[in-house]
């Protein structure tokens, strides 16, 4: 994680990839909300080493990168406190602080004001 953390264009390209398919999967339920955590996880535990060193196939960082981000979009909108990768927070609460800050129960991917 601190190696990702000082990545500063996944960082960056996390920071807005992130809540966008926070957006696109808000709908879903939580049940698919988790299958898609997990496949995501599979994904980046099989292939994600192209993130940090990147591959010579065409698309297979870009495969990994989406399905982190994809990932960790569905980890906080289903995950209670939400998700925290490489310094980043993301969660069903506008501008939360944290995952140490208070959040009520996740409700389906509904964001709160």
Request: hydrophobic share 45%; charged share 20%; aromatic share 4%.
């Amino acid at each position: 994680m601190e190696a990702a953390a000082e990545n500063v264009v996944l960082v960056e390209s996390l920071r807005a990839a992130v809540p966008l398919h926070m957006m696109q999967l808000g709908s879903r339920s939580p049940e698919e909300l988790i299958r898609i955590a997990g496949e995501s996880a599979t994904v980046v535990g099989s292939e994600g080493d192209v993130l940090q060193f990147r591959s010579t196939k065409r698309a297979e960082t870009a495969k990994a990168f989406n399905a982190l981000a994809r990932g960790l979009a569905a980890a906080a909108l289903v995950a209670w406190g939400g998700a925290t990768f490489a310094g980043l927070h993301w969660c069903t609460i506008r501008h939360c602080p944290g995952p140490d800050a208070e959040h009520p129960k996740p409700t389906h991917g509904e964001t709160h004001a």
